[in-house]
Nanobody, 121 residues
């Protein structure tokens, strides 16, 4: 069984920084792309950033230049460094990963439980 566990959310003032972490654990054969999504209050879930296992990254336009996604392949962990936070960044942030478990032997997407990020004025 595969699990994604997030940490690092919280309350921060506008202009501040937070760092989110997400660790994949369980019976893992290979971790492929990992990423972060967010769901603002009353809105749909949206992509924030994604990183391949080779290190290629892609960001939503709204976070480019402020957020940085990275990963530690040895620890099956992905990070999201969030700087210059704005009130509109307030959302539940979800980790997402494409993982091939040891069984069954095909890749599928997994989600974390979500972590709240609140940015105040």
């Amino acid at each position: 069984q595969v699990q994604l566990v997030e940490s690092g959310g919280g309350l921060v003032q506008a202009g501040g920084s937070l760092r989110l972490s997400c660790a994949a654990s369980g019976s893992i054969f290979r971790v492929n792309a990992m990423g972060w999504y967010r769901q603002p209050p009353g809105n749909e879930r949206e992509l924030v950033a994604v990183i391949t296992n080779g290190g290629t990254t892609n960001y939503a336009d709204s976070v480019k230049g402020r957020f940085t996604i990275s990963r530690d392949n040895a620890k099956n962990t992905v990070f999201l460094q969030m700087n210059s936070l704005k009130p509109e960044d307030t959302a539940v942030y979800f980790c997402n990963a494409n993982i091939r478990p040891t069984f069954p032997n095909y890749s599928q997407y997994y989600w974390g439980q979500g972590t709240q990020v609140t940015v105040s004025l």
